[in-house]
């Protein structure tokens, strides 16, 4: 089964509005990073959040954690059709530098 | 992730043949990650290198794959005797030995005919 999971698997939404995406995990991390990956790209590291670290801010993105329900949130506000493209979260485990163990991702589509 | 260059992006090799994935980390970035993934899946792990040395290869099958890492030049994923099922996007990433965030490459995507 999936270390972390993403939710919603899809969502579409309007220039202008947010749009939240959920992350689910099993087991206690060392970090949790999100990514976003333009179709048929490589990823993009958005933001790092460490395990005793609940929020972080970068521009338009608020990353959120709570290691007491073992979930993340991923919050972009006023959304642009550049957006668009699929996120994931990846957990990194044990001790820094181990590999980063990902979601199936959520696909986000933002039309103008 | 710019900095991390992959090469080629695109290959295509018949059953049978051999793949060989290259992958050049940014200056002073000595540890690489091997990543796989599968169409509409996320994804997976498969070899953590640091300059001649395989940290952890938890991730990768059994026969027929292997990576390196050498001192000169870049880290080389390579599947020998491809099959279908090895058609899938492989990524490399990257890190600097003082931070945790890994730095991917554009990928590599594997088409076995």
């Known amino acids: 089964s999936q270390q972390g999971e993403e939710d919603p698997q899809a969502l579409s939404i309007q220039e202008g509005e947010n749009a939240t995406m959920n992350c689910s995990y099993k087991?206690?991390?060392?970090?949790l990073q999100w990514y976003r990956q333009n179709s048929g790209r490589g990823l993009v590291h958005l933001i790092l959040i460490r395990s005793n670290e609940r929020e972080k801010h970068s521009g338009r993105l608020r990353v959120t954690l709570d290691t007491s329900k073992k979930s993340s949130s991923l919050l972009i506000t006023a959304s642009r059709a550049a957006d668009t493209a699929s996120y994931f979260c990846?957990?990194?485990?044990?001790?820094?530098?181990?590999?980063?163990?990902f979601g199936k991702g959520t696909t986000l589509s933002v039309s103008s | 992730n710019a900095g991390v260059m992959q090469n080629p992006r695109h290959l295509v090799r018949r059953r049978g043949q051999e793949a060989r994935l290259r992958c050049s980390p940014m200056k002073g970035h000595s540890h690489v990650y091997w990543y796989r993934q599968l169409p509409e899946e996320g994804l997976k792990f498969m070899v953590y290198l640091q300059k001649e040395n395989i940290i952890d290869e938890s991730g990768m099958p059994k026969e027929r794959f292997s990576a390196e890492f050498p001192k000169e030049g870049p880290s080389i994923l390579r599947i020998q005797q491809v099959v279908r099922g090895d058609s899938a996007a492989y990524f490399c990433?990257?890190?600097?030995?003082?931070?945790?965030?890994?730095?991917f490459g554009p990928g590599t995507r594997l088409t076995v005919l």
């Open positions: 087991t206690s991390i060392n970090n």
């Open positions: 990433a990257a890190r600097g030995g003082s931070t945790d965030t890994q730095y």
């Open positions: 990846a957990t990194a485990l044990g001790q820094a530098g181990t590999a980063l163990i």
